[in-house]
């Protein structure tokens, strides 16, 4: 019988008041000056900066890589923070796994929020998280996160360590096919105009 290596030792992770992780692997950021093209609405994102700085904190991930190789997980934190874009509530670039069969579950820890979903042929499905309500979300579905509330919208999430992300397919097809905007004190989603469809990809 083989003796498991420090890598792969269990480890106890502790999330902390603001959502991040205590010994993260990692912590990326993004600030508003990051999001160009990330809201249909460019000349709100202009003005936003104009008003508010390139450097406002939008969100930010924590995560922990524990291990390498097959069957080894990602597991983390995503903060996003509150606000508005025009109509659009805040948002996180979204992504498709680079290996795109590979799944993901997020489960709220605090905020309201959606997880808004869709597939490269078209179907789209849009999830409200509250603290205690989780999603999976199935390989080869594009997701990203929205805040629709007034505080922070943290959840916890877990993906296998070699999915990888793409970003690019969001911003290939002119946005999301649908948008998560105002509808009086709540959200609806509202067909993006721009939207000329996903490119189809090899990544398996």
């Not at 406002?56 to 922990?64: A, F, G, R």
């Not at 097959?70 to 948002?91: H, K, N, Q, Y």
């Amino acid at each position: 019988m083989s003796i498991p290596s420090a890598v792969d030792t269990p480890v106890s992770l502790e999330i902390s008041p603001d959502g991040g992780i205590v010994g993260r692997t990692r912590r990326y950021e993004k600030f508003l000056g990051d999001m160009a093209g990330v809201y249909r609405d460019a000349a709100a994102w202009q003005s936003s900066v104009a008003e508010r700085g390139a450097d406002e904190l939008i969100y930010w991930v924590d995560d922990h890589r524990y291990q390498e190789g097959p069957g080894a997980l990602i597991v983390g934190t995503s903060t996003l923070l509150p606000g508005r874009i025009g109509e659009e509530f805040a948002v996180t670039r979204g992504h498709l796994h680079a290996v795109a069969d590979r799944a993901e579950l997020y489960h709220c820890l605090s905020g309201r929020g959606v997880m808004l979903m869709e597939t490269l042929d078209g179907r789209s499905v849009a999830i409200e998280l509250t603290p205690g309500k989780a999603v999976n979300v199935p390989g080869h579905w594009i997701h990203r996160s929205v805040n629709v509330g007034d505080e922070p919208f943290v959840t916890l999430f877990c993906y296998a360590a070699d999915a990888g992300q793409d970003y690019e397919v969001i911003s290939a097809a002119g946005g999301m096919k649908n948008l998560v905007v105002a509808d009086g004190d709540g959200w609806m989603l509202a067909p993006n105009p721009d939207h000329v469809g996903y490119r189809q990809t090899d990544a398996d």
